[in-house]
Nanobody, 115 residues
Framework: QVQLVESGGGLVQAGGSLRLSCEYS????????FGWSRQAPGSQRESVAT????GGSTVVDSRFTISRDTTKNTVYLQMNNLKPEDTAVYSC????????????WGPGTQVTVSS
């Protein structure tokens, strides 16, 4: 099984920055992408960034950057100029194709941005 654990969340003032980390373990031979999503209270979960197997990335906001360090089995989400509306639980996931297909998620980390 693949496991993911997020870290790096916390309380930050508006305009500040945070870098979230997602450390993964388990066998991942082929995958489609890693991703970061967030869910605010009373809202649906939304994707904020993805990183595909070829290294291409997509983000919903230019303030966010997704990257991966294969030597550390870690995916990062750099968030700059944070706003109160960025407050949410941020979770990472990986969509694995082999050896054991599945979409695996971490438990999430809370990000709170104060005004």
């Amino acid at each position: 099984q693949v496991q993911l654990v997020e870290s790096g969340g916390g309380l930050v003032q508006a305009g500040g920055s945070l870098r979230l980390s997602c450390e993964y373990s388990g066998r991942i031979f082929r995958f489609t992408h890693f991703g970061w999503s967030r869910q605010a209270p009373g809202s649906q979960r939304e994707s904020v960034a993805t990183l595909n197997f070829q290294g291409g990335s997509t983000v919903v906001d230019s303030r966010f950057t997704i990257s991966r360090d294969t030597t550390k089995n870690t995916v990062y989400l750099q968030m700059n100029n944070l706003k109160p509306e960025d407050t949410a639980v941020y979770s990472c996931n990986v969509n694995v194709l082999s050896p054991f297909p599945g979409n695996f998620w971490g438990p999430g980390t809370q990000v709170t941005v104060s005004s």
